[in-house]
């Protein structure tokens, strides 16, 4: 089964109280499901804004990133 990553992001206190990440999250498993994929839900950066790009210097999505630029994360998941 081929893996999928699923990362969810949001910048402020008042998002992780509301529905974003259930939303987030909710939409990445359909598609896995739909789509026969396993899903890796790990990559999370709650409270890390986008604008500034925290979460590429200091959070998950930059982690992946290097990840995926070492061969760790296998090509085509």
Same mark, same amino acid.
């Given at each position: 089964? *081929?893996? %999928?990553? +699923?990362? +969810?992001? /949001?910048?402020?206190?008042?998002?992780?109280?509301?529905?974003? @990440?259930?939303?987030?999250? +909710?939409?990445? /498993?359909?598609?896995?499901?739909?789509?026969? !994929?396993? @899903?890796?839900?790990? @990559?999370?950066?709650?409270? @890390?804004? %986008? =604008?500034?790009? %925290?979460?590429?210097? $200091? &959070?998950? !999505?930059?982690? =992946? *990133?290097?990840?995926? $630029?070492? &061969?760790?994360?296998?090509?085509? +998941?």
């Amino acid at each position: 089964m *081929v893996m %999928a990553y +699923s990362y +969810s992001r /949001f910048s402020s206190r008042a998002q992780a109280e509301g529905d974003s @990440l259930r939303r987030q999250l +909710s939409a990445a /498993f359909a598609y896995a499901e739909a789509n026969d !994929l396993t @899903l890796d839900t790990s @990559l999370q950066d709650h409270g @890390l804004s %986008a =604008f500034t790009g %925290a979460n590429r210097i $200091k &959070g998950a !999505l930059g982690s =992946f *990133v290097d990840r995926i $630029k070492s &061969g760790e994360i296998e090509r085509g +998941s």
